[in-house]
C-alpha cells in the first residue's frame, strides 16, 4: 500500500515569500499519476497541478510541480495573500487506487 | 462551466442508510468517470470509490473502509452521480464531495459538498 508523506506538517510564511512543499511516497508512483489541490476553509478542493508538473487550467504560473518516484515538491514562487490555505497531495494507480497525502497548512507568519 | 451540486446529506443513526446525489452539468457526464470523496470533520480527504463511463465498463472500485457497504452509480440518462451508503458507522461522518475524473488519475472539478452525520 502506498502511503504518502507531506512535510512540513504547518509552513508559516511571509506574503512575497518562496514556499517550498514536500510529498515523499511509501513506494515509486508515477509521475503522470501525482496531483496537487489547494483547500481553503469551507471550501472544496481545487486542482493545482496534474502529471506531477502540469498546471491545471485557470492555475497562475507561480505556482509549480516537480519530481519524480518518490519524491515531489510544489512550489509557490511568491505567495500571494489568497495563497494560505492547506495543501495536499495525491496518487492514483496503486493500492489502494487513489491515496491523498495528510495536507501541508500554509500560514501567515 | 462545469457544475457540481451534491445532495441528500443529513443526520443518519448508525447502522442506517443515506443515499447521496451529485447532478452534472456543463460537460458530457456519460464519458466522464466520477468519484466520491469525503472529508472528516478537521480531517483531510480520503477517497470513497469511482465509477468508470459505461463505454469503459461502467466498473466500480472502492476504498477498503467503505467496501461492501457503500455502492457507486450513475444514470447519464438524468447527469446524476449516486451514493448508496448502507450500515453506516460514526467513523462515516464525513463531507461528502463528488469529483470528475481527469486523465492523470486526478480530480479536476469538484462540488461543494453534503454533510453525513453518523450520531445516536
Known amino acids: 500500500e502506498i502511503v504518502l508523506t507531506q512535510s512540513p506538517g504547518t509552513l508559516s510564511l511571509s506574503p512575497g515569500e518562496r514556499a517550498t512543499l514536500s510529498c515523499r511516497a511509501s513506494q515509486s508512483v508515477s509521475s503522470s499519476y501525482l496531483a496537487w489541490y489547494q483547500q481553503k476553509p469551507g471550501q472544496a478542493p481545487r486542482l493545482l497541478i496534474y502529471?506531477?508538473?502540469s498546471r491545471a487550467t485557470g492555475i497562475p504560473d507561480r505556482f509549480s510541480g516537480s519530481g519524480s518516484g518518490t519524491d515531489f515538491t510544489l512550489t509557490i514562487s511568491r505567495l500571494g495573500p489568497e495563497d494560505f490555505a492547506v495543501y495536499y497531495c495525491q496518487q492514483y494507480g496503486s493500492s489502494p487506487l487513489v491515496t491523498f497525502g495528510p495536507g501541508t497548512k500554509v500560514d501567515i507568519k | 462551466e462545469v457544475q457540481l451540486v451534491e445532495s441528500g446529506g443529513g443526520l443518519v443513526k448508525p447502522g442506517g442508510s443515506l443515499r447521496l446525489s451529485c447532478a452534472a452539468s456543463g460537460f458530457t457526464f456519460s464519458n466522464a468517470w466520477m468519484s466520491w470523496v469525503r472529508q472528516a470533520p478537521g480531517k483531510g480527504l480520503e477517497w470513497v470509490g469511482r465509477?468508470?463511463?459505461?463505454?469503459?465498463?461502467?466498473?466500480?472500485d472502492y476504498a477498503a473502509p467503505v467496501k461492501g457497504r457503500f455502492t457507486i452509480s450513475r444514470d447519464d440518462s438524468k447527469t446524476t452521480l449516486y451514493l448508496q451508503m448502507n450500515t453506516l458507522k460514526i467513523e462515516d461522518t464525513a463531507v461528502y464531495y463528488c469529483a470528475r475524473n481527469g486523465w492523470s488519475g486526478d480530480f479536476d472539478y469538484w462540488g461543494q459538498g453534503t454533510l453525513v452525520t453518523v450520531s445516536s
Open positions: 465509477i468508470k463511463s459505461k463505454t469503459d465498463g461502467g466498473t466500480t
Open positions: 502529471g506531477a508538473s
